[in-house]
């Protein structure tokens, strides 16, 4: 029997083959291994990402009940009422605009109140008499039962903290009444008549009293302190005025502004109010209230 027996130089090439093959395998092995350096930022962001993913609990806020007037009470005490940040927030800038609760019932309208908080908060209302309406006696009156009294009441005192307000049967004018007049009205204080002085300026006049509803925040059921003439509106001359006029009117804007002066520029001048139906910008809703605002001479 015949063995095969290698020469020496076969011998040297097959312990570099095997050194050639230990060595990639460790090579292989210590870059599997190999872990990626990691930037701090990166790392920062990873930590951040896990601690968000990771459940967490929140300390349950102890709320409490007791006597508070809204117009004086702190920052504090309104969190321990119950009231939400954001609705701590929001009485604090109505209060330092001006605006005042007169009644308990002044605080329902705060945004965000659920029934469960007013009927809890309710009974521990207080408001002080110096925010409360001070009521005048109305006069005998033999005829309408709704006088426009902007001149007569002119004469009475009127001041911040002891607001004369207006009685049944008494208006005042919506198109001509002046802040100092607007703040006679139950429910309306400094901040509110000037947005109405404001938003009439802006649309050019009343000419409904449900209007009074687009202004935020504006207590129900105050149409009936106003009464409303329209001869002093003004009208947007539609074939004549700038871009900038149009689109300063409430019912107008950027959209329909700019689609009236394509119109103009592109087909002519418009000769009616049927003209803008033939545009996609306008709805029936929308001309039902612009209608009245608009001239096409």
Same mark, same amino acid.
């Given at each position: 029997?015949?063995?095969?027996?290698?020469?020496?130089?076969?011998?040297?090439?097959?312990?570099?083959?095997?050194?050639?093959?230990?060595?990639?395998?460790?090579?292989?092995?210590?870059?599997?291994?190999?872990?990626?350096?990691?930037?701090?930022?990166?790392?920062?962001?990873?930590?951040?990402?896990?601690?968000?993913?990771?459940?967490?609990?929140?300390?349950?806020?102890?709320?409490?009940?007791?006597?508070?007037?809204?117009?004086?009470? #702190?920052?504090?005490?309104?969190?321990?009422?119950?009231?939400?940040?954001?609705?701590?927030?929001?009485?604090?800038?109505? +209060?330092?605009? @001006?605006?005042?609760?007169?009644?308990? #019932?002044?605080?329902? +309208?705060?945004?965000?109140?659920?029934?469960?908080?007013?009927?809890?908060?309710?009974?521990?209302?207080?408001?002080?008499?110096?925010?409360?309406?001070?009521?005048?006696?109305?006069?005998?009156?033999?005829?309408?039962?709704?006088?426009?009294?902007?001149?007569?009441?002119?004469?009475?005192?009127?001041?911040?903290?002891?607001?004369?307000?207006?009685?049944?049967? *008494?208006?005042?004018?919506? *198109?001509?009444?002046?802040?100092?007049?607007?703040?006679?009205?139950?429910?309306?204080?400094?901040?509110?008549?000037?947005?109405?002085?404001?938003?009439?300026?802006?649309?050019?006049?009343?000419?409904?009293?449900?209007?009074?509803?687009?202004?935020? @925040?504006?207590?129900?059921?105050?149409?009936?302190?106003?009464?409303?003439?329209?001869?002093?509106?003004? +009208?947007?001359?539609? *074939?004549?005025?700038?871009? *900038?006029?149009?689109?300063?009117?409430?019912?107008?804007?950027?959209?329909?502004?700019?689609?009236?002066? #394509?119109?103009?520029?592109?087909?002519?001048?418009?000769?009616?109010? #049927?003209?803008?139906?033939?545009?996609?910008?306008?709805?029936?809703?929308?001309?039902?209230?612009?209608?009245?605002?608009?001239?096409?001479?």
């Amino acid at each position: 029997m015949v063995y095969f027996e290698p020469t020496s130089s076969e011998r040297r090439g097959l312990v570099v083959l095997c050194l050639a093959v230990l060595l990639v395998l460790v090579v292989v092995l210590v870059f599997w291994h190999r872990e990626e350096p990691v930037s701090v930022e990166k790392k920062d962001r990873q930590e951040r990402i896990i601690r968000r993913q990771r459940p967490y609990s929140v300390a349950e806020r102890k709320v409490e009940s007791f006597v508070f007037d809204p117009n004086t009470a #702190d920052s504090t005490a309104l969190l321990r009422l119950g009231f939400a940040p954001y609705q701590v927030r929001g009485i604090y800038k109505y +209060r330092a605009m @001006g605006g005042r609760y007169h009644e308990p #019932d002044d605080v329902k +309208r705060i945004p965000g109140m659920t029934n469960e908080l007013w009927d809890r908060l309710a009974p521990f209302v207080r408001i002080d008499r110096k925010f409360q309406y001070v009521e005048v006696e109305s006069p005998i009156r033999t005829s309408s039962p709704k006088v426009d009294v902007h001149e007569e009441l002119a004469t009475h005192r009127d001041t911040v903290r002891y607001p004369i307000k207006l009685t049944e049967g *008494n208006v005042v004018s919506l *198109n001509q009444a002046d802040t100092s007049a607007l703040k006679k009205v139950p429910g309306i204080g400094s901040y509110y008549a000037r947005q109405i002085v404001e938003y009439r300026n802006k649309l050019g006049g009343f000419v409904s009293l449900d209007q009074l509803q687009e202004i935020a @925040g504006m207590p129900k059921d105050v149409e009936r302190w106003f009464s409303l003439t329209t001869d002093s509106v003004q +009208r947007i001359r539609v *074939n004549h005025a700038t871009k *900038n006029q149009l689109v300063r009117h409430p019912y107008l804007r950027v959209y329909r502004a700019r689609a009236i002066w #394509d119109y103009r520029h592109n087909i002519g001048p418009l000769r009616s109010i #049927d003209d803008l139906r033939r545009l996609p910008d306008f709805t029936e809703d929308d001309l039902r209230r612009l209608e009245p605002y608009l001239s096409f001479d």
